[in-house]
């Protein structure tokens, strides 16, 4: 009971994390949050106690995630877009455009790297965690989150013009 | 100036994330200070991660939506089904109460933490004469000074992002240990304070509480045996993401 009542705390981790990954999307947000704390539930003696439980618990929505992604991608999945997008990302003074633009460009980043972006960066995770949590080599992590940080720097900068995303 | 081995983009991205050695991040902070044009693709860097936690942290002082723990809960086994509800009481009274689940680690951390963290808050942000010990503009001097004083590395979290700068700091006597103090001032004038002392009897958890009291607001953890309060005047959501921002640069420093 007690292991379980752990999970607890990372719940509101969690929602953030699937929060973002949903462009704001509150109800497939929570949904993917659900179906992950269902999972850990079901599964909470195969985790080993004294093991990191935020990373399992990552590694769960991960692969509901990455699940997730594969059935919608049978159909096209474009990105919106919107004029706020070009604008600078230094010297803007409307702070909420900047967000918004932020968002917008975060969006147009494939799945993997948008995941990676967020565990570094909101989780505050490690290169070696990200690694472990999405299955890939650490120097993968490596190289898609400089990727995903190029892309948004430059979109927001306006020295690209984002372009729509086809999932094939 | 020459290098033992170049400096790669990685380097760039690890020093960004606060993951290099501290020997490998003096190289790399060397070859910034020679390439303004990759320091500033870093300062982006840094403010689109920022960009991130404005966006995002407000999920994590949201109530819990009732639905998320209950719609499918009948389905699952009576023992399941007990645990799903008693997350959800347990985060509402989390964040309602905002307290520690026992009374006993609670009661502790008020008088040790939570309680001077206050009171210094009170005390010095409104001391109009001297509301700190050593300024900001000093601020190696600040942090090397208070990290001696309580054993450990300390450092001054950076939250320009939030419109907060350094106003400086000081070393206080706090119950039974010393405490170290950064003040920060916005443009209007708010201040908010960062208290920080060891506490080594309560387990490190990953959850912001909240406390409010004669009109200061404070958040306040536990993490690798040290408390962690900051307080203000100011919106709970916006010393959230004052408290994230502190939490991510003090956790990502190893």
């Not at chain 2, 606060?18 to 860097?45: C, F, I, K, N, T």
């Not at chain 2, 951390?109 to 939570?114: I, K, M, N």
């Not at chain 2, 309580?150 to 979290?157: F, V």
Request: net charge neutral; hydrophobic share 40%.
């Amino acid at each position: 009971m007690r292991n379980e009542s752990k999970i607890i705390e990372f719940i509101p981790r969690l929602r953030r994390y699937a929060y973002a990954l949903y462009r704001g999307n509150e109800t497939a947000a929570d949904d993917l949050v659900q179906d992950c704390i269902e999972r850990a539930l079901r599964n909470m003696a195969s985790w080993q106690q004294g093991t990191d439980l935020r990373a399992w618990l990552f590694t769960i929505m991960h692969n509901l995630y990455v699940n997730q992604i594969k059935r919608m991608s049978n159909g096209p999945n474009f990105v919106d877009l919107n004029d706020d997008l070009f604008a600078g990302l230094q010297g803007r003074a409307d702070n909420h455009m900047l967000l918004r633009d932020l968002e917008g460009a975060l969006n147009t980043l494939p799945p993997d790297q948008k995941e990676i972006l967020l565990l570094v960066t909101l989780e505050g995770m490690s290169y070696r965690e990200v690694a472990d949590i999405m299955d890939i080599p650490e120097g993968t992590v490596m190289s898609r989150l400089s990727r995903a940080r190029q892309q948004i720097r430059k979109i927001i900068s306006g020295e690209v013009v984002p372009h729509i995303r086809r999932v094939k | 100036m020459m290098y033992e081995t170049p400096i790669t983009t990685s380097d760039l991205h690890a020093w960004l994330d606060g993951r290099l050695s501290e020997q490998r991040q003096e190289m790399v902070e060397a070859w910034l200070a020679e390439h303004p044009e990759a320091l500033r693709e870093m300062r982006d860097y840094q403010a689109i991660g920022l960009g991130l936690h404005t966006l995002y942290d407000h999920k994590l002082v949201e109530p819990i939506p009732d639905r998320l723990v209950i719609r499918r809960s009948r389905q699952l086994s009576q023992r399941v089904a007990a645990v799903v509800a008693w997350i959800g009481v347990g985060i509402v009274l989390h964040w309602a109460f905002g307290g520690f689940n026992s009374s006993e680690t609670q009661q502790l951390v008020d008088e040790q933490l939570v309680g001077p963290a206050r009171f210094a808050h009170y005390v010095y942000t409104t001391d109009k004469s001297r509301p700190v010990e050593i300024k900001g503009s000093d601020e190696r001097q600040l942090v090397s000074y208070l990290s001696e004083r309580l054993r450990t590395q300390l450092k001054a979290p950076d939250l320009t992002a939030r419109g907060y700068e350094l106003t400086g700091g000081r070393l206080l006597p706090s119950t039974n240990r010393m405490a170290a103090q950064f003040m920060y001032t916005d443009k209007s004038g708010n201040r908010v304070t960062l208290y920080i002392r060891r506490i080594a009897s309560v387990d490190s958890e990953a959850v912001f509480h909240f406390s409010k009291h004669d009109g200061i607001n404070t958040l306040y953890w536990i993490e690798d045996q040290f408390g962690y309060a900051v307080s203000g005047g100011v919106e709970k959501h916006d010393l959230l993401q004052i408290a994230e921002i502190t939490h991510l640069q003090f956790h990502t420093k190893k």
